[in-house]
């Protein structure tokens, strides 16, 4: 079982619309359910944000995967990957 503070649920609930056309989550309750249930991550800065989709097997080269959808920035250097 995955624990998201309350930075990432707020930061998930915030900028959920930049991965979803409808809100998924309207409470961090439900945000914290939706994201166990897609068991997205947290990781600890940019790098570790490369390694999640290398070992994942998406080709990232010449890409900003920072900039991708599903990757989203807490804003105290750690960021939320989700899986849609």
Not at 6 to 34: H, K, M, S
Not at 64 to 71: G, K, R
């Amino acid at each position: 079982m995955h624990e998201y503070d309350d930075a990432v649920l707020r930061c998930f609930l915030e900028n959920q619309g930049q991965l979803f056309p409808e809100d998924v989550a309207e409470t961090t309750e439900e945000a914290e359910a939706f994201l166990e249930d897609c068991m997205a991550v947290v990781v600890d800065g940019p790098d570790e944000v490369e390694e999640y989709f290398e070992e994942a097997g998406v080709d990232t080269e010449g890409a900003n995967v920072l900039e991708a959808d599903e990757v989203f920035d807490i804003g105290d250097g750690r960021f939320l990957i989700v899986e849609a």
